[in-house]
């Protein structure tokens, strides 16, 4: 598409598109076709029908908009964010866009310039991935991530002139930004996993029941869907989890096997009134990112 779109006709006849998708396709059935298996073919209607196409046509999770108004407000969440999520370097996406803007006017063919094909074909794909993601209801700042590659491409085509005289005059601006970058997230992956696990209520009900689980329970969970509940647990459990309601929350818990269910804590007198006691409970409170808010969870479990 990139390729369509930028018109590069030249560049179109180094590229091995039949080959290509062929190898794609090869690479993808080595994990999908298992994947599809293992899952019953649960991992295309959940990876892609659920996650690709019902993201796309509605708001998941809290994040993005419920209303026509809130949506077209929105429309320009990734041209600011983009500023977070590419920081340091977005610092220069301003001179970039001054620089291109100039190199526009003055025409692709001015002197000093080259490379039009390669700065259109790498704006091309930065922006089918900006329009695509800004269309879509649900929106998450990393939703654009597959455009930074290009993004940081084309901002090292034009600001490595600029670095190539700094570096004669002893000074590298680049290079000092990235030495900061690599330490400072090299500090926050060591430093602030385990700092904010312990505000994550999927965490802490992992940790407390830790000794209870077993392989082949089944688990299952009630208005709290966040992701962390299958990193944790899966790591522990083989089964998937599965999404319940208040009614078939009971119903699952009834059935026989180990097996165990995660609610809000205020439903569990509700829905297990006189739970056996061979039965064992976890309760805890945290952060739920998704929402923003605080959220009361209670695990309850039955070993066989």
């Given at each position: 598409?990139?390729?369509?779109?930028?018109?590069?006709?030249?560049?179109?006849?180094?590229?091995?598109?039949?080959?290509?998708?062929l190898?794609?396709?090869?690479?993808?059935?080595?994990?999908?076709?298992?994947?599809?298996?293992?899952?019953?073919?649960?991992?295309?209607?959940?990876?892609?029908?659920?996650?690709?196409?019902?993201?796309?046509?509605?708001?998941?999770?809290?994040?993005?908009?419920?209303?026509?108004?809130i949506?077209?407000?929105?429309?320009?969440?990734?041209?600011?964010?983009?500023?977070?999520?590419?920081?340091?370097?977005?610092?220069?996406?301003p001179?970039?866009?001054?620089?291109?803007?100039?190199?526009?006017?003055?025409?692709?063919?001015?002197?000093?310039?080259?490379?039009?094909?390669?700065?259109?074909?790498?704006?091309?794909?930065?922006?089918?991935?900006?329009?695509?993601?800004?269309?879509?209801?649900?929106?998450?700042?990393h939703?654009?991530?597959?455009?930074?590659?290009?993004?940081?491409?084309?901002?090292?085509?034009?600001?490595?002139?600029?670095?190539?005289?700094?570096?004669?005059?002893?000074?590298?601006?680049?290079?000092?930004?990235?030495?900061?970058?690599?330490?400072?997230?090299?500090?926050?992956?060591?430093?602030?996993?385990?700092?904010?696990?312990?505000?994550?209520?999927a965490?802490?009900?992992?940790?407390?029941?830790?000794?209870?689980?077993?392989?082949?329970?089944?688990?299952?969970?009630?208005?709290?869907?966040?992701?962390?509940?299958?990193?944790?647990?899966?790591?522990?459990?083989?089964?998937?989890?599965?999404?319940?309601?208040?009614k078939?929350?009971v119903?699952?818990?009834?059935?026989?096997?180990?097996?165990?269910?995660?609610?809000?804590?205020?439903?569990?007198?509700?829905?297990?009134?006189?739970?056996?006691?061979?039965?064992?409970?976890?309760?805890?409170?945290?952060?739920?990112?998704?929402?923003?808010?605080?959220?009361?969870?209670?695990?309850?479990?039955?070993?066989?």
């Amino acid at each position: 598409m990139t390729i369509i779109l930028a018109r590069d006709w030249q560049s179109a006849r180094h590229f091995k598109f039949l080959g290509g998708t062929l190898l794609m396709l090869a690479v993808v059935a080595l994990w999908g076709i298992p994947a599809l298996v293992q899952t019953h073919g649960e991992f295309f209607a959940i990876g892609i029908g659920r996650h690709v196409v019902r993201r796309s046509l509605a708001t998941m999770e809290g994040h993005g908009a419920n209303s026509l108004g809130i949506y077209v407000l929105l429309l320009p969440f990734y041209f600011v964010t983009v500023f977070v999520s590419f920081f340091p370097w977005s610092i220069k996406l301003p001179w970039l866009i001054r620089r291109l803007w100039r190199n526009k006017e003055a025409g692709f063919g001015a002197p000093g310039y080259s490379g039009e094909m390669i700065d259109r074909y790498l704006l091309t794909g930065i922006g089918i991935i900006f329009v695509i993601f800004t269309l879509v209801s649900t929106k998450l700042p990393h939703y654009t991530l597959p455009a930074f590659p290009l993004l940081a491409l084309l901002l090292a085509r034009h600001w490595r002139w600029y670095e190539a005289a700094a570096i004669r005059n002893g000074r590298s601006f680049f290079r000092s930004i990235a030495v900061a970058t690599a330490s400072l997230w090299i500090a926050i992956a060591v430093v602030v996993p385990p700092l904010v696990a312990q505000f994550f209520p999927a965490y802490q009900l992992f940790r407390e029941s830790h000794a209870d689980l077993q392989p082949n329970m089944q688990f299952a969970s009630v208005e709290f869907e966040e992701p962390s509940l299958v990193w944790y647990f899966r790591s522990r459990v083989q089964s998937f989890l599965t999404r319940l309601n208040e009614k078939s929350a009971v119903d699952f818990m009834s059935k026989p096997g180990p097996r165990f269910v995660i609610v809000p804590t205020s439903l569990v007198q509700t829905l297990f009134p006189n739970p056996p006691q061979a039965w064992r409970s976890f309760s805890t409170r945290g952060l739920n990112l998704a929402k923003g808010k605080q959220v009361d969870l209670t695990l309850v479990l039955k070993s066989e």
